[in-house]
């Protein structure tokens, strides 16, 4: 199976915007949805959104004004960028592989974002 | 959106015993095409993330303990744990992915009674 692993800033202020990059290792970018999903402490897990290998993308409706997801096939990796951040928005981060249609079969360990000043 | 309302939001069982979970979904997930219904579950720990149990209801993940089963249709799942391990003390989480966005039940936290 695929290894994920995100990267990125663990501490965001408020109104800017929160980059994390997911590499993958062990398996090719092409032919699979690459998700966001996160959650904050505590709490439960919320879909953000994916990008498919082609770039096509598909955001959770609750986020779309504010969520980028891009990919790099030649680096294997995928990008997050969620616009305006506020204290909502602290949560531990996790990229996530998927078949087309598809359950998420592949999982990062997660990376905790903190917004604050 | 569809939304996953999973039941009880907290269980205690003594060791050996039965654990069971519900996941109710607020619309069918069942794909008629194929037969299919488009519903996951997962085990968190603390620190740790979601682990995939259970995929088209009731196929289990390679690796997964037999103690683990899903069964349901439609819209109405569980989850058992045929006899509760220390080990399957956790989160547990059902997920529909039959359409987006994507949405998760609020979870089940398992513990020993």
């Known amino acids: 199976q695929a290894q994920l692993q995100e990267s990125g800033p663990g501490l965001v202020k408020p109104s800017e915007t929160l980059s994390l990059t997911c590499t993958v290792s062990?398996?090719?970018?092409?032919?699979?949805?690459w998700s966001w999903i996160r959650q904050p402490p505590g709490k439960g897990l919320e879909y953000i959104g994916y990008?498919?290998?082609?770039?096509?993308?598909n955001y959770n409706p609750s986020l779309k004004s504010r969520v980028t997801i891009s990919v790099d096939t030649s680096k294997n990796q995928f990008s997050l960028r969620l616009t305006s951040v506020t204290a909502a928005d602290t949560a531990v981060y996790y990229c996530?592989?998927?078949?087309?249609?598809?359950?998420?079969?592949?999982w990062g360990q997660g990376t905790l974002v903190t917004v604050s000043s | 959106d569809i939304v996953m309302t999973q039941s009880p939001d907290s269980l205690a069982v003594s060791l050996g015993e039965r654990a069971t979970i519900n996941c109710k979904s607020s619309?069918?997930?069942?794909?008629?095409?194929?037969?299919?219904?488009?519903l996951t579950w997962y085990q968190q720990k603390p620190g740790q993330p979601p682990k995939l149990l259970i995929y088209?209801?009731?196929t289990r993940e390679s690796g997964v303990p037999d103690r683990f089963s899903g069964s349901g249709s439609g819209t109405d799942f569980t989850l058992t744990i045929s006899s509760l391990q220390a080990e399957d003390m956790a989160v547990y989480y059902c997920?529909?992915?039959?359409?987006?966005?994507?949405?998760f039940g609020q979870g089940t936290k398992l513990e020993i009674k």
């Open positions: 996530a592989r998927s078949t087309p249609g598809y359950y998420f079969d592949s």
């Open positions: 062990g398996g090719s970018i092409t032919s699979y949805y």
């Open positions: 990008v498919y290998d082609r770039g096509s993308t």
């Open positions: 619309q069918s997930v069942l794909y008629r095409s194929n037969n299919k219904n488009y």
């Open positions: 088209w209801a009731s």
């Open positions: 997920q529909q992915y039959y359409s987006t966005p994507y949405t």
